[in-house]
Nanobody, 125 residues
């Protein structure tokens, strides 16, 4: 079955960096777009970043552009989120989500029902 396991969260000071990792199993990883979402207390779930299957396309929320970088290693079935210049407003639980399948007709960042358990990121001094 599809499994997504996130890691790499933690407590970091403002201006610091973290790298989140999501390891996938149970499907052909290279055939799917992959997404990172986050949910802060009292807020709606937000798409943070997405990457297409072919590495050719990425999408970022305006709030994280130029600070966060999404990447993937299809050989390791892993998607990464490098987060730099972290701000207190980045505090949230971050979730990995499988996107759309290649040639499905849907944009690669279309969310699926497959989610990881999430990893907590707290930015505080």
């Amino acid at each position: 079955q599809v499994q997504l396991v996130e890691s790499g969260g933690g407590l970091v000071q403002p201006g610091g960096s973290l790298r989140l990792s999501c390891t996938a199993s149970g499907f052909t990883f290279s055939n799917y777009g992959m997404n990172w979402y986050r949910r802060a207390p009292g807020k709606e779930r937000e798409l943070v970043a997405a990457i297409s299957h072919s590495l050719g396309s990425t999408t970022y929320a305006d709030s994280v552009k130029c600070r966060f970088t999404i990447s993937r290693d299809n050989a390791k079935n892993t998607v990464l989120l490098q987060m730099n210049s972290l701000k207190p407003e980045d505090t949230a639980r971050y979730f990995c989500n499988r996107g759309s399948r290649t040639y499905s007709g849907s944009p690669y960042y279309t969310p699926s029902d497959f989610w990881g358990q999430g990893t907590q990121v707290t930015v505080s001094s």
